[in-house]
Each structure stands twice: as C-alpha cells, then as structure tokens.
C-alpha cells in the first residue's frame, strides 16, 4: 500500500546533451524553484555549471549521484530512495539527468518508486542525445530521399535481429565499447560500406566527429582512440553531414518514400 503522500514533490527533469543553452524552460524553473538536485554525472553536472557560468543562482542542495564506466558509487535503490526520502521531508526535489530522462535514463524507475511511495511527481522531457548529438555534426536521423525512420538502441544490447537496411537509420548510445562487434552484424544486412560517424562529446570542449564504414570504423576508431561520451550513427544519412569525407558524401544512395 502507497505511504501518505508528502509535502514535497519530485520533478524528473531532462537536462539535454550537457549545453545549458538547449535545457527547456520549464526544466529551468523546476531547477530554480527546488530544495534539493539529485544529479547525474554526464550532461546534468555540465549543465549546472553552464547555467552558473551564465549568472544563474540555483539555492538548492545539489547531490552528486553520477555513475563512471565500471564504478558506481550510489546505487540505483539509493538514489531512488533519496528521492523519496527528501521529498517526505517536504522538499521539493529535481532529479536531473543528461538527455531525457526515460531514453536509457532509468527515470520510469524511479517515478515508479516515487509513485509506490505516495510522493507527487512531474516530469519534464529533456532533448535526447540520441537526435541532438548528430545534429550538432550535420546529421539528421532522418532525411527525405535518404532515411524514413531510425532506431536507437544502447550498445549494450544484441542487435543481430534488427531489421532494416542503409536507409533505416541506426543509432547507437553507449557503444563504443562494443563497436567492432554491432559493426559486424549491422554489415550483413546493410552492407560494408555503409557509412557510419562517431559524434564524441557532442556540445563539449571535446567535440570530434569519427568517419568511416562499417567495415573500416572500428580499426579507424580504435586508431583516433575514440572514447564515449558517443553516439554511432549508422546510415546513409551520415553522407549529409558538411564535414563527411568526399568518398561518402559521392555515395549513391536509396530512394525512399
């Protein structure tokens, strides 16, 4: 049985690729009007800087809960029992997160516990890495002519039965680790010169964009030391990029609907 509601309230805000320009109002004034930030390591702490360095004063308590590759420190339980802990003291609590909080973000946990708990909740999207971050590059996911729809998977996942060919975007989050392989799988179906970019640190100081094809990218990868933050683009839409190599952008592609 649900606790008493509480005082306090939970609002789950998405806070973009990590550039405080591209946060949304209304996740602003979620973060402006809050007691308590629980904060994600990869977009949301650079956030909070971006609005400080731009004159912006937060008065809320911010709890760093960021999790690193191999190492995390506050368990997914407690951060979802922090939430619920603060907002039974009254406390009005932002739960901010890179990108938007239910692509991979783990945010339906914890607005399910927070739900289980009694406590008001809200949430507010943010703008998912998984679109932003190939824009920033000159990609888009879709494109008339080139790609009629894309999917987006972690690259932690199996993909040996994804469907599609080059004209089916794919777009991978968190795969660098797992590149050769998804490369692999992702050519028997689409070829191994479908183009492909890597977009690091998209909207960070270490921006760089990674070209190649799915039979080259993970030797050329592995050459350019390529490291997450990422996102794998996979398609022919990446030949639109301004930046893509001249023997990409010639490439023929699909005619689709």
Known sequence: MADRVAAGRVTLVGAGPGDAGLLTVRGL?????????????????SVLEGLEADG???????????????????TQEEISQLLVDHARAGRD????????????????????????????????????SAISV??????????????????VLSGHVLIEDLPGGRDHTVVLLMGVGTLAHSAQVLSRSRGGGCPVAIVEDGYGAGQRVTFGTLDTIAHIAA???????????????????????????GAVRPSVG
Do not use: M, W
């Open 29 to 45: 004034r979620a973060l402006e009007s809050a007691d308590v930030i629980v904060a994600d390591r990869l977009g949301a702490r």
């Open 56 to 74: 912006v004063v937060l008065s809320a308590e911010v709890i760093d809960v960021g999790k690193h590759p191999g190492h995390h420190p506050v």
């Open 93 to 128: 609590v932002v739960r901010l997160k890179g990108g938007d909080p239910y692509v991979f973000g783990r945010g339906s946990e914890e607005i399910q516990r927070c739900v289980e708990a009694g406590i008001a909740i809200d949430v507010v999207p943010g703008i998912t």
């Open 134 to 151: 190939p824009a920033v590059a000159g990609i888009p996911v879709t494109a008339r002519d080139v790609a009629a729809g894309f999917t």
């Open 223 to 249: 050459l350019a030391k390529v490291r997450n933050p990422a996102v794998v683009v996979i398609g022919d839409v990446v030949t639109l990029s301004p930046s893509a190599p001249a023997d990409l952008r």
